[in-house]
């Protein structure tokens, strides 16, 4: 089956701790990116990736840092200086051109202990 | 700055109702425009999109329509049932290649 994976499904943070989520792709997509929603709203970019070895931060990147080693591999990390980390992390993939489709993940529930 | 709204936040309507679920954007350089479906505690599935250059799109009983002059689009859902039950969310892309996303219509459809 192609699509894209989250893992884990839900993830527990304790204070001051980093941690990582991870997204997986098998479309052979060059284009990835990291969405968070908040309860009611809609969805705001984290970060986003073009091609290997290259990112760019998008509307609220403060407090999350991203790699990009491998085309089908695009892990997020919420470090301690995010704040308020509680939220819905959602992870997409699009083809080569910013205006293709993109296809969405099912998503990790990050909760904070 | 590019600004997505959707009315009405929430909607529930009887089963077989037909429905229109209303998206506005402040500025009309747009590529395109997108409505996708959540289930709760899940991720977004596409549903249409519509190129900046065409008017409507239409995929079973779902039909989107787009006025770019006015910054509007409307999703119509004929004959609704109970499982179209969700949250539907309209994005643009703006011309930096960045989707911009509503706040998302919860419908509830009752048997």
């Known amino acids: 089956d192609g699509g894209i994976t989250q893992s884990p499904k839900y993830l527990f943070r304790k204070e001051g701790q980093n941690v990582t989520l991870s997204c997986e792709q098998n479309l052979n997509h060059d284009a990835m990116y990291w969405y968070r929603q908040d309860p009611g709203q809609g969805l705001r970019l984290i970060y986003y990736s073009q091609i290997v070895n290259d990112f760019q931060k998008g509307d609220i990147a403060e407090g999350y840092s991203v790699s990009r080693e491998k085309k089908e591999s695009f892990p997020l990390t919420v470090t301690s200086a995010q704040k308020n980390p509680t939220a819905f992390y959602l992870c997409?993939?699009?083809?080569?051109?910013?205006?293709?489709?993109?296809?969405f993940g099912p998503g990790t529930r990050l909760l904070v202990l | 700055k590019q600004e997505v709204t959707q009315i009405p936040a929430a909607l529930s309507v009887p089963e077989g109702e037909n429905l229109v679920l209303n998206c506005s954007f402040t500025d009309s350089a747009i590529y395109n425009l997108q409505w996708f479906r959540q289930d709760p505690g899940k991720g977004l599935t596409s549903l249409l999109l519509?190129?900046?250059?065409?008017r409507e799109q239409t995929s079973g009983r779902l039909n989107a329509s787009l006025d770019k002059s006015s910054g509007r689009s409307t999703l119509y859902i004929a004959a609704s049932q109970p499982g179209d039950s969700a949250t539907y969310l309209c994005a643009v892309l703006n011309q930096g290649g960045k989707l911009i996303f509503g706040q998302g219509t919860e419908l509830s459809v009752k048997p």
């Open positions: 997409a993939s699009s083809g080569t051109s910013l205006r293709e489709t993109q296809y």
């Open positions: 519509i190129q900046s250059s065409q």
